[in-house]
């Protein structure tokens, strides 16, 4: 049966990127088998732009629809004096609460070929492989009350609200027992539980979770500031993280320049069926925006990890990754990852290059 992908291209390098990770699309539909259609439609401030609003009820209406997500980026400066309510970020917002996409899956992954671009020494990153799972509709930055109030005493007050409840916790954990199990069975569940009695629930519901029903994936705990010195000193001793939303927010930050660029760097936000939303990380760059100079292998990467996690084509993927690997390999380099004695290439020429690779 066919699945039917929604093409977001957003914002600054966004249409770039994307049109070069639909070309890998269309190479895995037209030479390997893929069955798929794919739809195309406005988010962030093109949306705003044509429509007044940065997420139209018709491009959610196809989201609804679609069996996966394809996202390029939101936002640039060219919309930063909205009102914050109709600014391109909210369009991005709005896909996740509306598609409850709880789920936001971070890989950290240093390529062999890039080792030198990382700025830990390479022993210590060489091989890293981590893939950090975040809680993304929950935690302080959703949690009521929240707002900035005066006291009695006319001092001005801000104030959020960290709160879990346990099916939340439940949801995030068995994610990361589902994603360990494919890996190499270990899970760092990270909080702050000797301070935050709302994390001192969430070791307590995880370590339940994976008691009753995985117990053959190896479960630990850490405190998130030891969690952040360890991916610095020793990150390889990572197989999956699972922690809360603002936890995960910097770790992953962290973890993605353990690797050098975030140029290389997908991401997925799951719902509870597995449909998903992809996108690179690394936002939309409107100051190189039209240049041919973004990068676009962490797009492409986002399409493997769509089918993978939410198409169920994991060949497929490795297609993908492969291709990757082998332009790599042929010392293909943008501007962002580029090194002595390798040759440099524009957004266009690396997504042919891949292509060419499949």
Same mark, same amino acid.
């Given at each position: ?19 070069? &990770? !639909? ?7 037209? =030479? ?32 609804? $629809? ?6 390029? &980026? !939101? ?10 309510? !109709? ?12 598609? $409850? ?19 830990? /020494?390479?022993?210590? !990153? ?29 001092? /001005? ?22 994603? &360990? %199990? /494919?890996?190499?069975? %270990? +899970? ?16 307590? +519901? ?11 994936? &190896? ?44 140029? *290389? ?29 973004? =990068? ?6 986002? +399409?493997? *990890? ?6 169920? $084509? ?27 004695? *390798? /040759? ?10 891949? +292509?060419?690779?499949?």
């Amino acid at each position: 049966m066919s699945k039917n992908i929604l093409i977001l291209p957003g914002d600054g390098i966004g249409p770039e990127i994307v049109t070069e &990770a !639909v070309k890998v699309l269309a190479t895995l539909r037209d =030479n390997h088998g893929l069955d798929i259609e794919m739809d195309e439609a406005l988010v962030g401030g093109a949306a705003y732009d044509a429509a007044g609003h940065p997420l139209p009820e018709a491009t959610l209406e196809l989201a609804r $629809e679609a069996d996966a997500i394809l996202l390029g &980026a !939101v936002g640039g400066t060219k919309w930063e004096s909205l009102d914050i309510s !109709v600014r391109p970020e909210k369009g991005l917002l709005g896909l996740r609460s509306e598609l $409850e996409l709880f789920a936001n899956l971070r890989p950290a992954i240093l390529y062999p070929q890039l080792a030198g671009a990382s700025t830990l /020494k390479p022993e210590v !990153v060489s091989g890293l492989d981590i893939m950090i799972v975040r809680e993304l509709t929950g935690g302080i930055y959703f949690g009521q009350p929240r707002g900035i109030r005066e006291l009695d005493n006319g001092i /001005k007050q801000g104030f959020n609200t960290l709160v879990y409840a346990e099916p939340e916790i439940e949801r995030i954990a068995r994610v990361a027992g589902d994603i &360990a %199990r /494919k890996r190499n069975s %270990r +899970v760092c569940s990270v909080d702050k539980a000797n301070v935050l009695e709302c994390t001192e629930l969430w070791r307590e +519901v995880t370590t339940a979770v994976f008691e009753k029903d995985y117990s053959d994936v &190896a479960l630990s705990h850490m405190y998130v500031d030891n969690a952040a010195m360890q991916l610095v000193k020793a990150p390889k001793q990572f197989d999956v993280m699972v922690t809360t939303n603002m936890f995960g927010d910097i770790l992953s930050d962290c973890a993605a320049m353990l690797t050098g660029s975030i140029g *290389m760097l997908p991401s997925a936000s799951l719902d509870a069926n597995s449909k998903g939303m992809y996108e690179p990380i690394h936002g939309s760059a409107p100051d190189i925006a039209g240049q041919g100079l973004a =990068n676009p292998l962490a797009t492409i990467l986002s +399409v493997a *990890m769509m089918l993978r996690y939410s198409l169920d $084509e994991p060949k497929m993927a490795e297609l993908i990754e492969n291709a990757v690997n082998k332009v790599l390999d042929d010392g293909l380099r943008t501007p962002d990852i580029m090194s002595e004695g *390798m /040759k440099q290439v524009g957004t266009e020429a690396m997504g042919d290059a891949v +292509v060419a690779a499949l």
